[in-house]
């Protein structure tokens, strides 16, 4: 059934608040250049392609970091678990312009294996990315990273990442645990739900 727009609109409304794609996740980037070394909060990260693998961060000019990043072409990206939370908080709050926050949050630097930029070892998973492009699109630039190493805790089972992980999503300005309810598997969701109900 389709509803024209002067009915649909009836039932809609525009917003101005800020775009909303939700849950954001919440992770850490970690950037080098010279000897400055920084971390930040960003929730704009995504996977962008599988093979090869590249990611996608989104930072606003102002960052400290963004000057890092763009200078030195290079980061990594650090998963966090609910443990983390509060640390990424502080990171994504307080600018290194003020404090140096590998210091402040007590993280252990984990040298990279592939370019000069520490991960931070308290993180379940750390990614070693390559800058191959930027697009300024006005208060953020969108980074295509390409992914060069990856590194997981090695008593965590890759298998069984979600049940080993304790993750946390962004639901601005809220942070919220994930309750693991399965509901279901990708492409099988009528095996789940067949002996309750159709979906269609
Ligand atoms: C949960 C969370 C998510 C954030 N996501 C982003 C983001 O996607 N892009 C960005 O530029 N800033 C983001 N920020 C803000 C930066 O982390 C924050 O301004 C930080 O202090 C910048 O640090 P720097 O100046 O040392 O680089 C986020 C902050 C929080 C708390």
Redesign the pocket.
């Known amino acids: 059934m389709t509803f024209d727009y002067e009915r649909g609109i009836k039932m809609k409304k525009t917003f101005s608040h800020e775009l909303l794609i939700y849950p ?1 996740p ?1 992770v850490l980037i970690t950037s080098k250049y010279k000897n400055i070394e ?8 995504g996977v962008a392609s599988s093979h090869p693998e590249y990611v996608t ?4 000019k ?5 000057t ?1 990043i763009m200078k030195s072409k290079v980061f990594t990206i650090n998963m966090i678990n609910k443990e983390l939370l509060k640390k ?2 502080y ?7 003020s404090v140096n ?1 590998f210091e402040k949050c007590g993280f252990t630097q984990l040298a990279g294996k592939h370019i000069n930029v520490p991960m931070i070892k308290e993180c379940p998973i750390n990614i070693e990315c390559s800058v191959c492009q930027t697009l300024e699109l006005g208060s ?1 630039t969108l980074i295509i990273g390409k992914v060069i190493g990856k590194f997981i805790d090695s008593n965590i089972y890759i298998d069984k990442l979600y049940e080993s992980l304790d993750p946390v999503v ?1 639901f601005r300005p809220n ?1 919220y645990s994930i309750n693991k309810t399965l509901l279901g598997t990708y492409g099988k969701m009528n095996e789940v739900i067949a002996n309750n109900e159709e979906i269609f």
């Open positions: 954001c919440i920084n971390v930040l909060a960003v929730s704009w990260a961060i989104s930072i606003k102002s960052r400290f970091s963004h890092l990424a908080d990171c994504g709050t307080y600018s290194a312009k926050k953020h962004y942070y």
